[in-house]
């Protein structure tokens, strides 16, 4: 098998959704991936924040193996223990109170937006329902986090659309105050929009609208299904800032490369959801939870404090090189943005062994968070050396 023979039988069975790239990925280790026609590629990438502790982590795969061979999946009308230590582990560390699996982020973010609604009609009755999104956010692909997605691009083709969703500018403190009604009954963000360009809100913003919001019993959603689980060197974003969510969405890296969603509710919201108000088939997959332990007992405070001290290390070596006007973002979560076409550049990169992320017009890196100084170094240098040939 070739790029191309994977790349043609792709194109007669896959659903054509997605524009990728020429290269078809055959296997990893760590930092480090290999494609089909034998190239080697360092990864920026982790999937798209994924693989938290890189390719095919040893521990990693020995939880998943031994979970594989105790219990794979009963369903959720009987209980079982991987599931219930992570959720364990995930409110010791965040002080919330109690969690729901779910699959995605998508998911994580549909549950948090039911949990939210319901929260203020069981206390205010039928009619305070509105979400305040932020212009430029990205919480997922179903209909109704489409909907909370504030980018017009993604309001088209499949109306109607969810009501109930009214959207803010980011970092404006005094437009979002503004949208706040009787209705309202949840402000949903991410603290660093990741799709809309790795584009930090502001600590004065986040506690401003935060105390409006304590005082009027309006929820705070974190969707941290890209800032979350050490990305940003503390364990979820909201920890590098003063407030405390309500409600907090997680996925992408929680489960270091399988699907698992998990929406965290702190004491007020705890127990909104009651039996047969959400359920999903899959939720809390022991094999899953048994790899997200794996990923959440590797992120101690030694390797949070690491991710934050390489991080500022690449952004430093970063903004030095050719075409780079800023670089920005927290910990692992790095966006760059350039006076030549990022496209190209990622293609660049990719040519010359390197896997990058676009967001918006910005490159995006989401490095795995076990990367190594010398690691990091190696794919520097070949970004470094992409952007002085152009
Ligand atoms: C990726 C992402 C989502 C959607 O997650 P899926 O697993 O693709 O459903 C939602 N919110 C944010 C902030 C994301 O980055």
């Known amino acids: 098998m070739t790029n191309e023979d994977v790349k043609k039988l792709s194109g007669e069975f896959i659903a054509n959704t997605y524009s990728r790239f020429d290269v078809a990925i055959e296997s990893g280790k760590g930092v480090f991936c290999k494609d089909f026609d034998g190239k080697e590629y360092i990864d920026f990438t982790s999937g798209i924040g994924v693989n938290s502790l890189g390719f095919c982590d040893n521990k990693w795969i020995d939880a998943i193996a031994r979970q594989a061979r105790t219990l794979n999946h009963t369903s959720n009308l009987y209980y079982t223990l991987p599931g219930a230590r992570l959720a364990e582990k995930l409110c010791l560390r965040t002080g919330m109170k109690k969690v729901f699996f779910s699959n995605s982020g998508a998911e994580a973010n549909e549950c948090a937006i039911k949990a939210a609604r319901k929260y203020s009609f069981d ?23 489409l909907s909370a997605t504030g980018q017009s691009v993604f309001h088209k083709f499949f109306d109607p659309f969810v009501e109930g969703f009214v959207y803010a500018k980011a970092n404006d403190t005094e437009d979002l105050l503004s949208k706040i009604t009787d209705k309202t009954c949840a402000i949903m963000l991410e603290v660093i929009q990741g799709e809309g360009g790795v584009l930090e809100l502001m600590p004065g913003f986040l506690d401003e609208i935060a105390e409006v919001a304590q005082k009027k019993d309006i929820l705070i959603i974190a969707d941290e299904v890209q800032t979350g689980i050490g990305r940003c060197g503390t364990l979820f974003g909201y920890q590098g800032f003063q407030f405390v969510p309500n409600i907090l969405s997680c996925a992408k890296g ?94 660049k990169c990719i040519q010359a062994g390197l896997l990058v992320l676009t967001a918006k017009d910005k490159l995006r890196l989401l490095p795995p968070l076990t990367i190594t100084i010398e690691e990091a170094r190696a794919g520097l240098d070949i970004l470094n050396k992409v952007l002085s040939d152009m």
Do not use: W
């Open 123 to 145: 206390k205010y009755g039928a009619d305070r329902y509105e979400i305040i999104t932020l212009q430029n956010s990205f919480h997922g692909r179903t209909i109704a986090t």
């Open 254 to 347: 929680l489960a270091g490369g399988l699907p698992l969603g998990a929406t965290l509710f702190d004491e007020k919201t705890a127990d909104v959801l009651s039996p047969g108000s959400h359920a999903t088939t899959f939720g809390a997959n022991p094999i899953v939870c048994s790899a997200a332990e794996a990923v959440l007992d590797r992120l101690n405070q030694e390797l949070l404090l690491d991710i934050m001290q390489k991080g500022i290390y690449m952004r430093v070596e970063i903004a030095k090189m050719p075409h780079v006007i800023s670089v920005n973002g927290q910990g692992l979560m790095i966006g760059v943005e350039m006076d030549i076409d990022n496209k190209v550049v990622a293609q």
